[in-house]
């Protein structure tokens, strides 16, 4: 990593940009970019709040705000000799805070969706016999899943979690038409190891 950067867990307390003395963020940039952890740190301290109230925005929790302001530093990071206008800066993770927090509450509002459809799809099971069976029922589903081929393990898995078949298309790189033919061919191999 370039220089010491010290990302906060939580926005910070310094004194808002008008309090401060002018600092000249392109500067600031082509410092960063020669590892200067001094002027990583006036970035950080200077966008930090900004970057929380984007993610705050989209309704994250505390957890995946404090992620993706990390992501978006990270990025920073990785892309700053990449950056044409350094002092345009603030635009740059401006825009990648908003599209990190946008996935993440996609990916957010996708699981509890399916946190909330098997809750409500979940038979209730109250006895300890049926707590048994429902038990030792996943375990042969997870059986029978590793007995497929990989290309049908890692499909049927990622199912369970992408938010879109758009996504799941780009994670495997497969074209957006054949999910569908593909994940009932699957599930129809499972459906099948399940029944011998």
């Known amino acids: 990593m370039r220089g010491d950067v010290t990302v ?4 910070t307390t310094a004194p ?8 000249d963020v392109g500067a600031l940039v082509v410092r960063a970019r020669a590892g200067n952890g001094a002027a990583w740190t006036r970035l950080v301290e200077r966008y ?3 970057l929380w109230s984007i993610t705050r925005s989209y309704g994250l929790g ?26 345009a800066v603030g635009r740059w ?23 909330a459809d098997d809750v ?10 049926e707590r048994a069976l429902a038990r030792e029922r996943l375990g042969q589903v997870a059986v ?25 298309s780009a994670a ?4 957006l038409g054949s999910i569908g033919p593909t994940r009932a061919r699957c599930l129809d191999r499972l459906m099948r190891r399940l029944a011998s």
């Not at 505390?62 to 002092?87: F, H, N, S």
């Not at 495997?172 to 074209?175: I, K, S």
């Open 48 to 50: 930090s709040r900004l």
């Open 120 to 129: 409500l799809a979940a038979p209730v099971y109250t006895t300890p016999e």
């Open 172 to 175: 495997l790189e497969m074209p």
């Open 144 to 168: 029978a899943l590793e007995a497929l081929p990989r290309r049908c393990q890692v499909l049927l898995r990622l199912l369970a979690v992408a938010p879109s078949y758009a996504e799941l």
């Open 62 to 87: 505390t957890a995946d705000a404090g992620d993706v302001v990390q992501t978006t530093w990270l990025r920073l990071v990785e892309r700053i000799d990449q950056i044409q206008e350094p002092a």
């Open 16 to 23: 808002r940009a008008e309090d401060e003395p002018a600092e």
């Open 93 to 115: 993770l401006v825009v990648t805070a908003r599209r990190e927090s946008l996935r993440t509450a996609r990916r957010a509002s996708a699981h509890r969706e399916l946190i």
């Open 8 to 11: 906060h867990d939580k926005p």
